[in-house]
């Protein structure tokens, strides 16, 4: 809370006491290449959407910051390059993220598959505490729909995932499926320190089922 | 709600935990192995006792291919992702196949085009300019389709009829309708059987009379083949910045020289040219070095195939380039300041007047000495306006001549004026003495 006093010290009261407490999260964003990670992110963070967004290399960092009711959540943003030979890297990232959003595209049965082939390897081996968003994008292209939204929401239900149908390019369910995170994301004094101090209590958890499924 | 945020968009290998960008996947990796394995660990459990045990089976994982294998059957409801960088599998080259297939398809559209050639130089050489011989002679040369049969135009289809008349394509003999016919000027026509004439480039109306009826297929092999000859002929972009470049080089070789020239004079304290002549200069050779540079750097950022022999000429070119900018243009003399001008030319205006001195006293004992030899001497003193002086006349032509030469910065034909100038500044003094005498 301390931390959260001296970052936000613009919006405390005369009597010192902080007016919100602002939490910082680490998101990762995984997914088949071309499912349109980057432009979710890029349509949640700057508003913006590109028609031939550029592949992403390695994986892109962003920041972006919501208002909650009573709290600041301040987003740490990975978004993660889709492409096969990147996969390897993809531990790195989601090691020690609060939240995850699995992307897929509605119109590519496949990607559906990678997708759950994504929160399969979360579930397994980050954080048991993560909570996982299920994105379904390209909801614009409706008529080229080729993943069903009920096998998609029967699946999130099975897994416990928050689910939502998106669309980068309409904007559609794009702010509302970061704001679901940010409400179901726990926003104890310690998540409040900022990454270092979640990451620690969050882990002191994982250590003995991570070390469980690599035996 | 979302509070738009300013930072930029960090995109790469970066690292999770100092967001440097590696470069590489597998930079990447090893960095956080190695830098951040340790704190991640300590962050993980403070007593992970587990955390120890997972390293030393991934560690093992690394280097033993078997247990990989054994984990990899454990997945087996998922795909398994192999952590290391996969070694390249048998590959075959299919480089001479493509080469083969190539070969031949170029070899045909080249025997086409060269045969298309070879009729229009025939059809070309020796055109009459009578409608009914130039038939004949177009029919000698390429044999043209017996259109009895052919009911539709060939190209698009369409009935031939009294309105739609039956053409022939001047270089292949086939049949088609007006619509479907393309015309080759034939100025045109000659520069590409004969690339040394001269070329015309009168942009008219192409039509039956001062055209070749060509079909489509023929205009494009013919087309294609003129593209090629003139790209083969077209200088490329380096080599016109380069020419360019040594035009500035060669302007600048006798401004540098003017411009010692002009320095020596003033330091030798001479009146021919001024300070402001001599800063014009400096700038004028300035603004070459500025030129030159400008076009080398535009040479050495010419889009260019790394390790090519392009790439070094187009370094050398820049090296070279910032070197004679370096040694010939900004290495110049530093001017004397107005001051030391001053000086010098004072020094040699005393060292002028302690002359004139004693010339004159010189003149004055000859006369002294004269007078007493005629006790009375005739003075013929001519009657000397100085208006009217032709000399004075000529003296101010020439002052002219200077101010406008100074103007344009054409300062050898200051040197040469000045020089005049002086010579008769010369001659009119020793007139007036001798008037005087």
């Known amino acids: 809370m301390d931390m959260a006093t001296n970052r936000n010290a613009a919006a405390q009261r005369p009597n010192g006491a902080p007016q919100t407490k602002v939490c910082q999260f680490k998101l990762v964003l995984l997914g088949e290449s071309a499912v349109g990670k980057s432009s979710l992110v890029l349509r949640f963070v700057k508003g913006q959407f590109h028609e031939y967004q550029e592949s992403t290399i390695g994986a892109a960092f962003l920041t972006q910051t919501l208002c909650l009711d009573d709290t600041t959540v301040k987003f740490e943003i990975w978004d993660t390059a889709g492409q096969e030979r990147y996969h390897s890297l993809a531990p790195m990232y989601y090691r020690g993220a609060q939240a995850a959003i699995v992307v897929y595209d509605i119109t590519n049965q496949d990607t559906f598959g990678r997708a759950k082939n994504w929160v399969k390897e979360l579930q397994r081996q980050a954080s048991p505490s993560i909570v996982i968003a299920l994105a379904g994008n390209k909801s614009d292209l409706a008529a080229k729909r080729m993943v069903e939204f009920e096998e998609a929401q029967a699946y999130a239900d099975e897994n416990g995932l928050l689910f939502m149908e998106t669309s980068a390019k309409t904007a559609m369910n794009v702010n509302d499926i970061f704001l679901a995170i940010a409400n179901k994301l726990p926003k104890s004094e310690s998540a409040g320190g900022g990454a270092a101090g979640g990451a620690r209590r969050l882990n002191d958890a994982d250590a003995p089922r991570s070390s469980s499924c690599c035996k | 709600m979302a509070a738009a945020n300013d930072e930029e968009i960090l995109e790469g290998f970066l690292c999770p935990i100092c967001k440097a960008d590696l470069k590489s996947a597998s930079q990447l990796t090893s960095h956080f192995e190695s830098l951040h394995q340790e704190e991640q660990d300590v962050l993980k459990s403070l007593k992970d006792i587990f955390g120890k045990a997972k390293k030393v089976i991934l560690n093992a994982d690394d280097t033993q291919l078997k247990e990989t294998f054994d984990r990899a059957l454990k997945f087996n409801s998922q795909e398994y992702y192999p952590y ?59 044999p043209w389709l017996d259109g009895t049969s052919v009911k539709l135009c060939p190209n698009c289809a369409k009935t031939f009829s009294l309105t739609r008349r039956k053409h022939h394509c001047r270089l292949c003999g086939s049949i088609l309708c007006h619509d479907c016919s393309v015309f080759l000027d034939l100025n045109v026509a000659r520069t590409i059987v004969d690339p ?24 494009k092999l013919v087309e294609l083949r003129k593209q090629v000859q003139e790209n083969r002929n077209a200088k490329t972009v380096l080599v016109t910045a380069y020419e360019q470049m040594r035009g500035l080089m060669d302007q600048a070789q006798p401004a540098v020289a003017m ?9 030798d304290g001479e009146t021919t040219y001024n300070l ?49 900018i370096k040694e010939e243009l900004l290495s110049l003399r530093k001017l004397p300041t107005e001051a030391q001008i001053e000086e010098v030319r004072r020094e040699r205006y005393e060292r002028a007047q302690k ?30 306006h100085d208006d009217d002086n032709p000399l004075l006349e000529q003296m101010n032509i020439i002052r002219q001549y200077i101010k406008d030469a100074r103007k344009e910065l054409r300062f050898e034909e200051v040197a040469i004026l000045e020089k005049n100038l002086k010579e008769l500044k010369k001659e009119y003094q020793l007139q007036m003495l001798s008037y005087k005498s």
């Open chain 2, 84 to 142: 290391e960088e996969q070694t390249v599998g048998v590959s075959r080259s299919t480089t001479d196949y493509f080469k083969a297939v190539r070969s031949a398809r170029l070899e045909r559209f080249a025997t086409e085009t060269n045969k298309l050639l070879i009729r229009l130089d025939k059809l070309v050489c020796s055109m009459p300019s009578d409608p009914n011989l130039r038939k004949q002679h177009e029919q000698e040369v390429v």
């Open chain 2, 196 to 219: 040394s004439a001269p070329q015309t480039s009168q942009e008219h109306e192409v039509n039956e009379k001062n055209g070749l009826r060509l079909c489509e297929h023929c205009y």
């Open chain 2, 259 to 267: 411009y010692e020239k002009m320095c020596q004079s003033l330091f």
């Open chain 2, 276 to 324: 402001s002549d001599v800063n014009a200069m400096r700038g004028r050779i300035g603004k070459l070095a500025e030129g030159i540079g400008l076009l080398s750097k535009q040479i050495a950022a010419l889009p260019v195939e790394p390790n090519m022999r392009q790439a070094k000429v187009q370094e050398h070119i820049r090296q070279a380039a910032a070197h004679y």
């Open chain 2, 355 to 384: 002359q004139i001195q004693l010339e004159r006293q010189r003149v004055e004992l000859e006369r002294e000495w004269r007078s007493e030899a005629e006790s009375s001497g005739s003075r013929s003193n001519g009657a000397t």
